[in-house]
């Protein structure tokens, strides 16, 4: 486990394993230093990403079985933690929930560049090739020290600020984070005379204070993430704080990673020689350590909470077109001020259309027979103003080619076994670019 004060970059605590002095488990490895795949703890990176890109927590997005192709190689076809499908579900959802294939969709939307981009410019130093991991890399197929990652995560904490000590210039490179955490406070030689001293952090705004709120508020929702892990889990402190989980194939890696404004923590689970750990989980694993250490800190620490930046606000939105509700099903969430939505503004949607009928796909169609094709939505209410801009739009009609009777020809890797509320992948079109003084160093 690996402490970090937000405000400054201190490593207040560092665990590198259970015993330094056992053998049988590699006990003088420091696994908070080692890299290490960090599963669904990644995720928060590419949402950051994301929201950079004008979308907002409250952006639906699809949840269905969904093929990747890239290149000549068989497609990538990821799959939920609980193997299953939740059909049009808000980002606020598909994060809090940490559903594995809305990640991949918006990493692929966004680009595999953007995301990786905004991990470096968090603290992430591991990745060097992020093009040979593709679109995995928001499932944490990559590997990252527990240190990087809890100094990552100390940037959503502290409102964007990344706070520490300048990377020497022997080790700097450009597009990765120009501040380490720091380590040491004071250092003197043998005669007493100071050689290194920490007085104050240097700081920078690495990510936009409001997009770093967003990420607090998703993953500190207990109310979003319950239908996945249930109210009142392990990831919820006596205190207002945030927390992520993350497990790898075979569970050799079990994570929780979390912070409230006066803390950072990061939590990993698993064995040095990288065996299994059998059927833990971070959710059962990890994060109970998580909780444990942040009660702890809280004894000490008066209740903070997050304060919401300005430039940002609850709005209420019809999460089918992004723009002011026009009727029932409204939801309500963060949103920039820049990115408020109005009345009749058109959407860039991807709507998936099976190839075969041309018309809408439904659960039943193969995956690698569904297109997803760009339209510009507008509000339902819109209709007349709708047809004077004379923009395509989808069909209204669903596929007629494949049905259920699929389920009998032995082929079960090409439906979607799951609920698909529209068949739609509902992806706003970016309207904006990043602030300049958010890019990275």
């Given at each position: 486990s690996v402490v970090i004060r937000p405000s400054t970059g201190e490593v207040l605590a560092m665990v590198g394993s259970a015993d330094y002095f056992d053998a049988s488990i590699d006990g003088q490895v420091n696994m908070a230093v080692e890299p290490r795949q960090p599963g669904s703890s990644f995720k928060p990176y590419t949402y950051a990403a994301a929201f950079e890109q004008g979308y907002n927590p409250g952006s639906l997005i699809v949840d269905q079985r969904t093929a990747f192709h890239i290149g000549e190689s068989a497609p990538y076809v990821p799959e939920n933690f609980d193997r299953s499908y939740h059909g049009n579900i808000t980002i606020r959802r598909a994060l809090a929930c940490s559903y594995n294939i809305p990640a991949v969709l918006m990493l692929n939307r966004i680009g595999v560049d953007s995301g990786v981009e905004m991990a470096h410019r968090l603290g992430i130093t591991t990745i060097r090739d992020p093009r040979r991991i593709g679109l995995a890399v928001t499932l944490g197929s990559c590997e990252v020290p527990l240190i990087d990652h809890t100094y990552g995560f100390s940037v959503f904490a502290n409102g964007g600020v990344m706070a520490g000590v300048p990377v020497p210039p022997q080790r700097r490179e450009p597009g990765f984070r120009q501040l380490d955490p720091v380590v040491v406070l004071r250092a003197t030689d043998s005669r007493g005379r100071v050689v290194e001293e920490y007085l104050q952090p240097t700081t920078r705004q690495v990510l936009d204070p409001r997009i770093a709120y967003m990420i607090a508020s998703i993953t500190s929702d207990d109310n979003a993430r319950a239908p996945a892990f249930g109210p009142g889990s392990a990831l919820v402190a006596s205190r207002p704080a945030s927390a992520k989980t993350g497990t790898t194939n075979e569970s050799w890696d079990c994570w929780t990673m979390?912070?409230?404004?006066?803390?950072?923590?990061?939590?990993?689970?698993?064995?040095?020689?990288?065996?299994?750990?059998?059927?833990?989980?971070?959710?059962?694993?990890?994060?109970?350590?998580?909780?444990?250490?942040?009660?702890?800190?809280?004894?000490?620490?008066?209740?903070?909470?997050?304060v919401m930046p300005p430039g940002i606000k609850w709005v209420d939105m019809d999460p089918n077109t992004g723009a002011l509700p026009s009727g029932k099903g409204s939801v309500r969430d963060l949103v920039l001020d820049e990115m408020e939505p109005v009345s009749n503004k058109k959407e860039r949607m991807q709507i998936a259309i099976c190839r075969a009928s041309g018309k809408l796909a439904t659960e039943f169609c193969p995956a690698d027979q569904v297109d997803l094709k760009p339209f510009d939505l507008y509000p339902t209410k819109g209709g007349s103003w709708v047809r004077s801009t004379r923009d395509p739009q989808p069909p209204t009609a669903y596929c007629n080619v494949h049905g259920p009777g699929m389920r009998t020809r032995g082929r079960p890797?090409?439906?979607?076994?799951?609920?698909?509320?529209?068949?739609?992948?509902?992806?706003?079109?970016?309207?904006?670019?990043?602030?300049?003084?958010?890019?990275?160093?």
């Open positions: 979390g912070f409230n404004p006066q803390l950072a923590v990061g939590v990993w689970v698993g064995n040095a020689n990288h065996q299994s750990m059998g059927a833990w989980y971070g959710a059962i694993s990890a994060a109970p350590i998580w909780r444990e250490i942040m009660e702890y800190a809280f004894k000490s620490l008066p209740p903070v909470d997050y890797d090409l439906w979607a076994a799951g609920p698909v509320v529209f068949p739609q992948q509902h992806l706003p079109l970016p309207t904006r670019t990043p602030w300049p003084e958010y890019q990275a160093p």
